[in-house]
């Protein structure tokens, strides 16, 4: 319980870092700016990719995955798995639109491109919500490569988004810190709400959660060490980002951002899913 509430606390915390440094600085909105300008190398092969990705997301999209959730939930005879599905999705999706259209702004401070706050990013919160609630309900042997599948959907559709320069890196991580904070909250309710109609039988972490949890940690520290190499750069040229090369730094350092978050959030719900699990009687 305490532990879904520190990352409940991290996340929200995170939102606001984000927003803070890189929305609300004329140096933050000069390196997010960069990365999006920068996407335009390329753009013309990698949008043959990314535009089938974001088309997908929809409201029908999360009405399809809701119901798919709950059906496996019912199917498993796991009611409450169904309601932790339906906060996770309609929650993040609501909270991402209620930040980004009337609690977040964007100063004008001289940046070009500057259209109004986008972060966080809608598409990015859509990816990442379906993704968890798939990962929440289906059973233990599944769990690893659902949270697998998942860390690549989102980073997959998080980085489209940069490539169509829809969204800055920070809109991008900001819509993932979202989904890890509903989704720890939802964790926590789950242990608070246990079936209590079997007895209680703790199982151990299974040795494929195990392994994925680690090789999902790698691949977001890997990602998050290209980032921050990227973002130091960017951060201390912020006075002339207009060389190539510059841009071309800035934009691959908001898609490996984008992946460590990614990666890093869904080895975090991995684990409080299972911790959570681990906790609750077993049928």
Known sequence: M???????LVSVVGV??????????FTGQTVDQAALTGAAYGQNQLWRVAEPLLDVVSVSFIVVVLLSAVVIAVVRRRWELAV??????????LTTQVLKKWVLD????G????????????HTTVA???S???????????????????????????????VGQWHRPSDVVAAVLVVLAWTAATCALAVLTPRWDVPVDRAPVPPATRAMLVVLSALGTAAAVVAGAALSSS??????????????????GGAAGTGAAAFWAFTIMLWLRQAAASGLPRA
């Open 2 to 8: 305490a532990l879904c509430a520190a990352v409940v």
């Open 132 to 162: 968890v609630v798939l990962m929440l309900v289906v059973p233990p042997r599944v769990r690893p490569w659902a949270a697998a599948l998942g860390a690549l959907y989102t980073t997959a559709t998080g980085v489209s988004t940069l």
């Open 235 to 252: 951060w201390s040229h912020a006075a002339d980002l207009t060389t190539r090369s510059d841009l071309l730094t800035a934009y691959l």
């Open 16 to 25: 606001w870092v984000l927003w803070r440094v890189f929305v609300d600085t």
């Open 84 to 93: 932790q599905a339906a906060i996770v999705m309609v929650g993040a999706n």
């Open 106 to 109: 964007r100063p004008e401070l």
């Open 128 to 130: 990442a919500s379906a």
């Open 111 to 122: 940046v070009p491109g500057g259209y109004g706050n986008t972060l966080p990013s809608g």
